[in-house]
C-alpha cells in the first residue's frame, strides 16, 4: 500500500500567515493526489485534486503543487474560515489511502 | 444539486451486523464510481471500499475484507454495505463517497456505527 506521511501534524497560525503543509508518498504517483478541507462535524471537501487543480467554491489563496512524492498545500493569506484538518489522498493505487491529517488552528 | 444521505447507523454488539444505505440524487448514479470512507473518533479518514459504475469491479481494505460487501442498486440510486463480525475497531462515522477520477468529489454527512456491548 502506498503510505501517505503529511507535516506537520498540528500547525499554529496567525491570520494572515502563509502556510504550508506537506504531503510525501512512500512511491511515486505522479500527480494523482487530492487534498480535502475538512472542519469540525462536517464531511470532508474536496479542495484540490490532481495535485493543483483548484476546486470551485475555493479561493485562489489556496493553492497545491508537486509531483513524484513530494507535494505541498499552501495557503497563502490564512483567515479565519481556514482553520480545519487538511488531508492528503492518493489516486494512484487501490487501496486508496490518506495523510494523517494536519490540523491548523488560530495562534 | 448533488445529495449524498447515508442511513443505517447505530449501536451494535461486537459480532453483529448492520447494513448502511446511500440514498443518491441530483446526478446519474449509473454514470460514477462509488466509496464508502470511514473516520474512528478523533481519527483520520480511511478508504473502506469501493465499486465501479456497473457492479463490475469492487475493492476493500484489508481489514474488512471477508468481513465488508458493498454493493448497489443503479435502479434505486442507492449504494450500500453490508457489514458483518463487527468489532470494536470498525466503530467509526462512515461516509459515501461519489468517485472521479480516483478523487471523492461529494461526501454524505455520515452514519456513526457503534460496535460495543
Known amino acids: 500500500d502506498i503510505q501517505l506521511t503529511q507535516s506537520p501534524s498540528f500547525l499554529s497560525a496567525s491570520v494572515g500567515d502563509r502556510v504550508t503543509i506537506t504531503c510525501r508518498a512512500s512511491?511515486?504517483?505522479?500527480?494523482?493526489l487530492a487534498w480535502y478541507q475538512q472542519k469540525p462535524g462536517k464531511a470532508p471537501k474536496l479542495l484540490i485534486s490532481?495535485?493543483?487543480t483548484l476546486q470551485s467554491g475555493f479561493p485562489s489563496r489556496f493553492s497545491g503543487s508537486g509531483s513524484g512524492t513530494e507535494f505541498t498545500l499552501t495557503i497563502s493569506s490564512l483567515q479565519p474560515e481556514d482553520f480545519a484538518t487538511y488531508y492528503c489522498?492518493?489516486?494512484?493505487?487501490?487501496?486508496?489511502?490518506f495523510g494523517q491529517g494536519t490540523k491548523v488552528e488560530i495562534k | 444539486q448533488v445529495q449524498l444521505v447515508e442511513s443505517g447507523g447505530g449501536l451494535v454488539k461486537p459480532g453483529g451486523s448492520v447494513r448502511l444505505s446511500c440514498a443518491a440524487s441530483?446526478?446519474?448514479?449509473?454514470?460514477?464510481?462509488m466509496a464508502w470512507i470511514r473516520q474512528a473518533p478523533g481519527k483520520g479518514l480511511e478508504w473502506v471500499s469501493y465499486?465501479?459504475?456497473?457492479?463490475?469491479?469492487?475493492s476493500y481494505t484489508d481489514s474488512v475484507k471477508g468481513r465488508f460487501t458493498i454493493s448497489r442498486d443503479n435502479a434505486k440510486n442507492s449504494l450500500y454495505l453490508q457489514m458483518n463480525s463487527l468489532r470494536a475497531d470498525d466503530t467509526a462515522v462512515y461516509y459515501c463517497?461519489?468517485?472521479?477520477?480516483?478523487?471523492?468529489?461529494?461526501w454524505g454527512q455520515g452514519t456513526l456505527v457503534t460496535v460495543s456491548s
Open positions: 463517497a461519489r468517485e472521479v477520477s480516483g478523487w471523492f468529489d461529494f
Open positions: 441530483g446526478f446519474t448514479f449509473s454514470n460514477y464510481y
Open positions: 465499486i465501479s459504475n456497473a457492479n463490475t469491479y469492487t
Open positions: 512511491q511515486g504517483i505522479s500527480s494523482y
Open positions: 490532481a495535485a493543483s
Open positions: 489522498q492518493q489516486l494512484h493505487d487501490y487501496p486508496r489511502t
